[in-house]
């Protein structure tokens, strides 16, 4: 987020009327100038947000050069200045193409690149892979959103589940900002996936309209806390779920978009380090997987970490098709009337969600911890006499090894050898839905009597139904957009 930026001058500053006037302090006005730099604003855009912070009738600004922060231009850089950066990303994201990696190097490396020499090197070092990007064509599918905080939709995935790691995406779809991207030993309890739920809204000051979700018990938490929620800030909602279920395929399409853009440009890197030791690891022993669940997930989590945002401070791609705002997701979070939209967040307070954490995902519950307390004390130990380094993707195999061979050269106790066994007990966890609770138009019923899912909702483009006390319908005030399932990470939607 940008700085905060409010003035400390005491004395109103003085200047003849044949003079500049005054930039502000150098310690207010340079951290600004560097957030909107990094964004890959332009100095007459770094100008106009810059100076939205200050008052343009008593300041001036200083040239972006003076600090060093260049334009694409004027940073000239060449093949042999971005070489070890390239290389570097090539590594981790290996389908990553030429505009993603421009905003790569100036988020992650602080350096303007221009486009145009970087698709020169592709079509040198790899014009296969040119070629293949160039074939894709776009799937389109509609997605309805208000504003921001309208929704907050979010889904699970499980294909790296061969090596006991499990993840979740929650985001705002009309800003197209993530709320959260997590992996763990599991995504299937639903105390677990409600934390990340309240954890997202606590550092927005509150919570969506509604939440969405395809229909499963591991989203019963959310549904429930966000519905318990909505219902005690507004009495008005009483008996109707504020969560909509989506069981049509291809409903809940912003996360699955997500999905594919994961697979696509982060996965098969990191996916390839994972396999490089897959003949070290068996599912079905439990110390193979406490051990590779102790050292890849806080790894990928950081990984993880750094491409959330910079997913978030970089723009997608234009697109005539689409009626939603254009910009960087976290701007539009930040001044969405600047972006014709609005903000429909929730306020609640931090007490609030206080006890919304103690009811719907205690923080003592066991699948918060990582690994058994008797297995953490003793890996602890085992790395401190080891020495080993941090965890990443060239070292996790070698601290795997080093580690697996000094636990089966133990005599492991009985009571270790129960908490291993026992470390999955809460993969799964049972929580009722609330009963007495009509659905929201174009939702479905997570399950039926019989416990099968309910039938399939609604397209999400047509409504017959009259509307209801307690539901607010965004159609009132959205138009329809196209969203594609095939479009680059921040090259488009």
């Known amino acids: ?52 912070h200050f008052d343009r009738d008593r300041y001036g600004l200083r040239r972006c050069e003076e600090w060093g922060m260049k334009s694409t231009r004027k940073t000239a850089a060449d093949w042999a200045t971005i070489e070890p950066m390239f290389n570097e990303l090539r590594q981790k994201f290996p389908n990553m193409g030429a505009r993603s990696m421009v905003q790569n190097m100036r988020l992650v490396y602080g350096v303007k690149v221009p486009e145009a020499l970087l698709n020169r090197a592709f079509q040198l070092v790899e014009p296969d892979q040119v070629a293949r990007r160039k074939r894709k064509r776009f799937r389109r599918k509609r997605f309805w959103a208000a504003g921001i905080m309208d929704i907050l939709t979010f889904d699970q995935h499980d294909k790296w589940k061969r090596f006991g790691l499990w993840l979740h ?34 550092q927005l ?158 923080p003592d519950d066991p699948v918060f911890q990582l690994v058994p307390p008797l297995f953490k004390s003793q890996v602890e130990r085992l790395q401190l006499q080891l020495g080993t380094p941090e965890v990443t993707g060239d070292n996790l195999w070698d601290v795997y090894s080093q580690l697996l061979t000094a636990f089966e050269s133990m005599a492991l106790e009985d009571e270790f050898m129960s908490a291993m066994q026992g470390a999955d007990d809460h993969f799964e966890s049972s929580i009722e839905l609330l009963e007495g609770q009509k659905d929201l138009p174009q939702g479905a019923a997570a399950a039926s009597d019989d416990g099968e899912e309910g039938a399939d909702s609604d397209d999400g483009l047509e409504n017959n139904s009259d509307e209801e006390d307690g539901y607010y319908d965004p159609r009132q005030y959205a138009e329809y957009v196209d969203f594609t399932d095939d479009e680059a990470p921040y090259d488009a939607y």
């Open 205 to 362: 000051g509150g919570i969506p309209l509604i939440t969405q979700s395809d229909a499963g018990p591991e989203n019963y938490g959310i549904a429930n806390c966000q519905t318990v929620t909505r219902q005690e800030l507004d009495n008005s909602l009483i008996g109707t779920l504020q969560h909509r279920w989506v069981n049509k395929k291809g409903t809940n399409v912003k996360p699955e978009i997500v999905w594919s853009l994961l697979r696509r440009y982060f996965a098969p890197g990191f996916q390839d380090i994972l396999e490089r030791g897959e003949y070290l690891f068996d599912l079905n022993n439990p110390l193979h997987r406490l051990l590779l669940r102790w050292l890849a997930i806080p790894w990928l989590q950081r990984e993880l970490d750094n491409w959330l945002n910079t997913f978030n401070w970089t723009p997608r791609r234009a697109d005539k098709h689409k009626v939603m705002p254009h910009g960087i997701p976290n701007l539009m979070l930040l001044n969405p009337e600047q972006y014709g939209t609005h903000n429909y967040r929730i306020e609640v307070t931090p007490e609030k969600f206080d006890e919304m954490e103690a009811k719907w995902a205690p």
């Open 169 to 202: 995406v929650g985001l705002d779809p009309l800003p197209g900002r993530l709320a959260w991207l997590k992996i763990w030993w599991t995504n299937r309890n639903p105390r677990l996936i409600t934390s990340y739920y309240i954890e997202a809204c606590r």
């Open 1 to 52: 987020m940008p700085p905060d930026s409010s003035s400390t001058l005491a004395d109103e500053p003085r200047r003849r009327s044949n003079q500049h006037r005054p930039i502000p302090p150098d310690s207010e006005l340079r951290p600004l100038v560097s957030f909107y730099w990094n964004l890959g604003f332009t100095c007459p855009k770094i100008l106009d947000a810059v100076m939205a």
